[in-house]
Nanobody
Framework: QVQLVEAGGGLVQAGGSLRLSCAAS????????VGWFRQAPRKEREFVSAISWTGGAKTYADSVKGRFTISRDNARITFYLQMNSLKPEDTAVYYC????????????????WGQGTQVTVSS
């Protein structure tokens, strides 16, 4: 089992930045891929970004490429999503999730989920 706890959400003006963090605990010795997803009101949950266990492979949704950066710390148990040039359409609850090795962009591929953190971008 892996437990994930997100932090760093909040209210920011359009064009601003936020950094989300995801702290992992439990069986963190496994080689998990970690992904970020988001869900806006009345919309489906959508993929944002994912990073491999080694950090050598990353992938992003087209909507956030060039604005968001995913990373992990050296101990590989805290993960980050740096969000720059935020837009009102980025407003959503952001979730981190973990899965077995292999980058994935589908939420059903991920076994473990955090509780989510709200990001609100005002225009």
């Amino acid at each position: 089992q892996v437990q994930l706890v997100e932090a760093g959400g909040g209210l920011v003006q359009a064009g601003g930045s936020l950094r989300l963090s995801c702290a992992a605990s439990g069986r963190t010795n496994n080689r998990y891929t970690v992904g970020w997803f988001r869900q806006a009101p009345r919309k489906e949950r959508e993929f944002v970004s994912a990073i491999s266990w080694t950090g050598g492979a990353k992938t992003y949704a087209d909507s956030v490429k060039g604005r968001f950066t995913i990373s992990r710390d050296n101990a590989r148990i805290t993960f980050y999503l740096q969000m720059n040039s935020l837009k009102p359409e980025d407003t959503a609850v952001y979730y981190c999730a973990a899965k077995d090795a292999g980058l994935g962009t589908k939420d059903y591929e991920y076994n473990y989920w955090g509780q989510g953190t709200q990001v609100t971008v005002s225009s």
